[in-house]
Structures are given as structure tokens and as C-alpha cells.
Nanobody, 121 residues
Framework: QVQPVESGGGLVQAGDSLRLSCAASGRTNVMGWFRQAPGKEREFVAGFRWSGGLTRYADSVKGRFSISREIGKNTVYLQMNSLRPEDTAVYYC?????????????????WGQGTQVTVSS
């Protein structure tokens, strides 16, 4: 059983940076970040594959967000720069066993509880 645990959310101003962390117990091949704003569907933000360090990003965050891992720990980070009010959402970390980085909610079997990110204008 894999259990992702997120941390690092908070309230920031537009243009600020924030780093989210996700620690996952158990073995996993892919870890992803999703977000869900009020009244909207959960959407893919970024994904990371442990083998080869492959990454994938949603178009809306390319160039602003980056996903990385901590060597020696089962932890990935989501570095969020140049934050915008439209980035406000609950951010979820998810884990998957397949070797490709999926972008659908159904591609991931294990989910964290989420962490709130609020960006004020």
C-alpha cells in the first residue's frame, strides 16, 4: 500500500514562489501532482517517473512549475514559481504503478489528502 502525504501549501501573493513536498510510503513508479479549484474538476499539473527521471507538465504550468525528487528519499517536490491567482486550488499528490506518466485521475491509484494553495492578487 502506497500512501502519499503532501505538505507545503499556504497563502502567497501573485508572483511569489512555493514548494510542495510529497512523501510516499511504499514502492511506486510514477508520482503526479494534480489540483482542484472550487467548482472545477481535478486536473493534472505535473508528473515524475522514478526510472530515468522523466517529467511531464500541463501546458498551463510549463516554464513556471518544476517537479523533482530527493535522492535517497521517496519524496518529490513541486516547485511553483511566478504564481498566479488562477493557480489557487487544493493540490494533491498521487502515485501510480504503471511506467508511463498519466494525466487522468483514473491513472493513479493512491492519493494524498491534499494541501491548499491560495494565491492573492
Amino acid at each position: 500500500q502506497v500512501q502519499p502525504v503532501e505538505s507545503g501549501g499556504g497563502l502567497v501573493q501573485a508572483g511569489d514562489s512555493l514548494r510542495l513536498s510529497c512523501a510516499a510510503s511504499g514502492r511506486t513508479n510514477v508520482m503526479g501532482w494534480f489540483r482542484q479549484a472550487p467548482g472545477k474538476e481535478r486536473e493534472f499539473v505535473a508528473g515524475f517517473r522514478w526510472s530515468g527521471g522523466l517529467t511531464r507538465y500541463a501546458d498551463s504550468v510549463k516554464g513556471r512549475f518544476s517537479i523533482s525528487r530527493e535522492i535517497g528519499k521517496n519524496t518529490v517536490y513541486l516547485q511553483m514559481n511566478s504564481l498566479r491567482p488562477e493557480d489557487t486550488a487544493v493540490y494533491y499528490c498521487a502515485a501510480a504503478s504503471q511506467l508511463w506518466i498519466g494525466t487522468r485521475v483514473t491513472d493513479y491509484a493512491y492519493w494524498g489528502q491534499g494541501t491548499q494553495v491560495t494565491v492573492s492578487s
